[in-house]
């Protein structure tokens, strides 16, 4: 990939940041300002400047990309090569009003983001698919844009969280024409302005990381938006069935049924976490967010759990028979020894009030079967979800089919979206970060793009011509 090669600029910090608002308050007024510099928002600001425009990128913690040092328990699985494989993007996204995701990755692809940071000298490796920086560092990937914002010249201000937006009609752009700049206030009292926007503050996931979700209130209902109610996803599930106490802290492997009004919806396989609380690890993350959906639309919520899940029911037809045929002369947690944890045992039994003392002679078949069919199908009665704090992603906000191929706003010009901002919430696996990158490209593409149309004014003919401030000054002389 050919990158623009813009020499050095200031390295940002403070020092930088107030320097940007001096700039942006004079002559300097971008074509394109990013407001949020994570993982969507910072490949937007990157794409934007390599298309040629002079982009500023605000945000709101002390050093950019702080979500992305967190992910991937610190290592950062940047993208999935099941994306390269001709997927159904419906099974691995989930998008609020059900548009297909074709379009935008057919544009920034999986293979895409990968060549993109290998051009940029960043190494990368997968495991079985999951693709992470050759370091296993998620700091590399923080730093890499760092280097390639600073190489684009791409202004950065940091420590100041956006607190308004608003047209600044009749304003002047930096080349002299009247076009109608966006307003951008900063919790400071400070003012930017810029001819594009690009919203990419995130959902309200991790408002560790400075994700309070105010972002959605910047537009909606202020510039014709709407918001599907956010929820945490990525998170485990919470139940207040009591008997689960019995196994907290067990991992082991299962799968997960999740079941939606009395329906079975959706599966998924891997280690389990039982908790005090309820259950987690990633196959309940997979299947959250359609928990928490269901839970808020006040369906009922049902997690079935199958400890055994490599057995075939006709292997485990087999084991049940055997072991009704031995001598059941023992207590019941020896009877069924070599199945499942202990304290699975435990919790299955609980639920049916027996000890795991108690003679399994004094158990009919019947019973026993029972209890053997609960390590296949033992159901969790889903009350909750864990909350933003702990979640990875956000399911719901701002409505894909808001915005036009590029990812403005449909309803107002110059505003463009990506990321976790948008109602669009992909599985654990790297989908989320592809989905950041792949959201940045197009709209910061889209926003330096529509710089350049007659209407908007021609950054390329500024620069040919110097700056903004020149053109004025000469038709002032004249
Ligand atoms: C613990 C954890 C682990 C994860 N691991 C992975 C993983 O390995 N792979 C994967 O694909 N996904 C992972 N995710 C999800 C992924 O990190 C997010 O989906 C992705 O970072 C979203 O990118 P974004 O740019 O939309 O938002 P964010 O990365 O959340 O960035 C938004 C930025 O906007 C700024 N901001 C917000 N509001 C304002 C404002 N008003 N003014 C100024 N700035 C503002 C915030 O400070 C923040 O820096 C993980 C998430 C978490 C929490």
């Given at each position: 990939?050919?990158?623009?090669?813009?020499?050095?600029?200031?390295?940002?910090?403070?020092?930088?940041?107030?320097?940007?608002?001096?700039?942006?308050?004079?002559?300097?007024?971008?074509?394109?300002?990013?407001?949020?510099?994570?993982?969507?928002?910072?490949?937007?600001?990157?794409?934007?400047?390599m298309?040629?425009?002079?982009?500023?990128?605000?945000?709101?913690?002390?050093?950019?990309?702080?979500?992305?040092?967190?992910?991937?328990?610190?290592?950062?699985?940047?993208?999935?090569?099941?994306?390269?494989?001709?997927?159904?993007?419906?099974?691995?996204?989930?998008?609020?009003?059900?548009?297909?995701?074709?379009?935008?990755?057919?544009?920034?692809?999986?293979?895409?983001?990968?060549?993109?940071?290998?051009?940029?000298?960043?190494?990368?490796?997968?495991r079985?698919?999951?693709?992470?920086?050759?370091?296993?560092?998620?700091?590399?990937?923080?730093e890499?844009?760092?280097?390639?914002?600073?190489r684009?010249?791409v202004?950065?201000?940091?420590?100041?969280?956006?607190?308004?937006?608003?047209?600044?009609?009749?304003?002047?752009?930096?080349?002299?024409?009247?076009?109608?700049?966006?307003?951008?206030e900063?919790?400071?009292?400070?003012?930017?302005?810029?001819?594009?926007?690009?919203l990419?503050?995130?959902?309200?996931?991790?408002?560790?990381?400075?994700?309070?979700?105010?972002?959605?209130?910047?537009?909606?209902?202020?510039?014709?938006?709407?918001?599907?109610?956010?929820?945490?996803?990525?998170?485990?599930?919470?139940?207040?069935?009591?008997?689960?106490?019995?196994?907290?802290?067990?991992?082991?492997?299962?799968?997960?049924?999740?079941?939606?009004?009395?329906?079975?919806?959706?599966?998924?396989?891997?280690?389990?976490?039982?908790?005090?609380?309820?259950?987690?690890?990633?196959?309940?993350?997979?299947?959250?967010?359609?928990?928490?959906?269901?839970?808020?639309?006040?369906?009922?919520?049902?997690?079935e759990?199958?400890?055994?899940?490599?057995?075939?029911?006709?292997?485990?037809?087999?084991?049940?028979?055997?072991?009704?045929?031995?001598?059941?002369?023992?207590?019941?947690?020896?009877?069924?020894?070599?199945?499942?944890?202990?304290?699975?045992?435990?919790?299955?039994?609980?639920?049916?009030?027996?000890?795991?003392?108690?003679?399994?002679?004094?158990?009919?078949?019947?019973?026993?079967?029972?209890?053997?069919?609960?390590?296949?199908?033992?159901?969790?009665?889903?009350?909750?979800?864990?909350?933003?704090?702990?979640?990875?992603?956000?399911?719901?906000?701002?409505?894909?089919?808001?915005?036009?191929?590029?990812?403005?706003?449909?309803?107002?010009?110059?505003?463009?979206?990506?990321?976790?901002?948008?109602?669009?919430?992909?599985?654990?696996?790297?989908?989320?970060?592809?989905?950041a990158?792949?959201?940045?490209?197009?709209?910061?593409?889209?926003?330096?793009?529509?710089?350049?149309?007659?209407?908007?004014?021609?950054?390329?003919?500024?620069?040919?011509?110097?700056?903004?401030?020149?053109?004025?000054?000469?038709?002032?002389?004249?």
């Amino acid at each position: 990939m050919r990158m623009n090669s813009a020499g050095p600029a200031e390295a940002p910090g403070r020092n930088a940041a107030a320097a940007v608002r001096t700039a942006t308050t004079g002559a300097g007024i971008p074509d394109v300002a990013v407001i949020g510099a994570g993982a969507s928002g910072c490949m937007a600001a990157v794409s934007a400047a390599m298309e040629g425009a002079e982009v500023l990128l605000i945000d709101a913690n002390d050093r950019i990309c702080r979500k992305i040092y967190a992910t991937g328990n610190g290592r950062c699985n940047l993208t999935n090569l099941r994306l390269s494989q001709d997927p159904v993007l419906g099974d691995l996204y989930h998008v609020g009003g059900g548009e297909d995701l074709t379009a935008f990755f057919s544009r920034f692809s999986a293979a895409d983001h990968i060549a993109f940071w290998e051009s940029n000298g960043i190494r990368l490796h997968d495991r079985q698919g999951y693709v992470y920086p050759r370091t296993d560092q998620a700091s590399t990937i923080a730093e890499a844009y760092e280097k390639i914002l600073r190489r684009l010249k791409v202004r950065i201000v940091l420590n100041e969280r956006v607190t308004g937006l608003e047209r600044a009609r009749g304003r002047k752009d930096r080349i002299g024409h009247a076009s109608d700049l966006f307003k951008i206030e900063t919790h400071t009292g400070a003012a930017y302005y810029a001819r594009k926007v690009i919203l990419a503050g995130g959902g309200m996931a991790g408002p560790q990381y400075g994700c309070s979700g105010d972002m959605y209130a910047l537009v909606a209902p202020r510039f014709g938006h709407t918001v599907r109610k956010p929820l945490p996803a990525l998170v485990q599930l919470l139940s207040d069935d009591k008997s689960l106490k019995a196994s907290s802290g067990v991992r082991c492997s299962a799968m997960i049924t999740l079941y939606i009004g009395g329906e079975p919806v959706c599966s998924d396989s891997g280690e389990l976490q039982m908790t005090e609380k309820g259950i987690s690890g990633i196959p309940v993350f997979q299947l959250s967010a359609l928990a928490a959906r269901a839970l808020e639309d006040g369906e009922g919520v049902l997690a079935e759990l199958d400890f055994l899940p490599e057995l075939s029911d006709k292997d485990w037809e087999q084991e049940m028979v055997r072991r009704l045929r031995e001598d059941r002369n023992c207590m019941l947690s020896v009877f069924f020894l070599g199945l499942v944890n202990r304290k699975i045992l435990d919790l299955i039994f609980r639920r049916r009030g027996l000890q795991a003392e108690k003679k399994a002679s004094g158990l009919t078949g019947e019973d026993l079967t029972a209890i053997m069919r609960d390590m296949r199908a033992f159901r969790v009665k889903i009350n909750g979800t864990g909350t933003f704090a702990q979640a990875q992603v956000t399911s719901g906000g701002i409505p894909l089919s808001e915005t036009d191929a590029d990812l403005q706003s449909k309803t107002a010009a110059g505003l463009y979206l990506a990321g976790e901002l948008l109602d669009v919430d992909g599985l654990c696996g790297g989908y989320n970060l592809q989905w950041a990158a792949t959201s940045g490209r197009i709209a910061g593409e889209g926003a330096a793009k529509a710089c350049k149309s007659p209407n908007s004014g021609a950054y390329g003919e500024a620069r040919e011509k110097g700056s903004g401030q020149d053109q004025i000054r000469k038709k002032r002389r004249k």
